[in-house]
């Protein structure tokens, strides 16, 4: 319970930083974005409950289960989750998180030296940790993204004036889909266990699909594309 307390005030803690930051570069009314803090919070704390019994039905979170094969990996609470375990029941690897510690100086410190050297080229430390502890089918998609915004800024830098920004609010808008349509999906779940006559999965066309994971990273990279044409388009 400690853990999960903690874990949550530090997500949401960054979440209000954020939005700080962003009210005070767009020019917003402090005390205004300060009332809409705690509504959000407020609206989080009655909405989450209920979205994450519905995931956990459809999906499952984080263990691999009969019921759910294929769950939803969750990495941040897993790891939340693992350290809480280890701390309350003495098991924590305390020589990982050494070795874990002394590779994140090393490669602050040579960033430090990229960066005294001149050099562009560097490796920030928590995107190394992130992609160190991320499934490799998140860090594969961060990797597409984050090589597609370089290919944007490299041509912002040729034709000054491109309208960058669009193809970063389209990027956050695909995010915002995913987890809507993913919440959507799991919505017939809870109703199959309200009423036994509806499918348990009502929107499912075939139980092995014909050409497995081709279509979806066909779809993937079409999304790419267009995100990148639609980063670089003149305004």
Known sequence: MTGAVVCCAA???????????TGHIVGATPWKQQVM???????????????????????GLGELTVEHPHPLTAPQATLMASLANGVFG?????????LGAVIAVLVIAWNRRQEQAGNAFRI????????????????????????????????????PGLESQAGLLCAAGLVTGEALMGIALAVPIALSGLW?????????IFDIPPWGGWPGLAVWGAVGVWLYLRAVRQP
């Open 11 to 21: 997500a949401m803690g960054g979440d209000n930083l954020q939005d700080l930051k």
């Open 37 to 59: 803090q705690v509504v959000g919070v407020a609206t989080g704390a009655l909405v989450i409950a209920p979205v994450l019994t519905l995931l956990q039905r459809k999906y």
């Open 90 to 98: 003495g098991t924590l690897p305390w020589g990982m998180i050494a």
């Open 124 to 159: 920030p430390v928590l995107a190394f940790a992130l992609g160190a502890y991320l499934p490799i089918r998140l860090s594969a998609a961060i990797l597409a993204g984050g090589l597609v915004a370089g290919l944007v800024k490299r041509k912002e830098k040729a034709h």
């Open 196 to 204: 036994p006559s509806v499918s348990p999965d009502p929107l499912m």
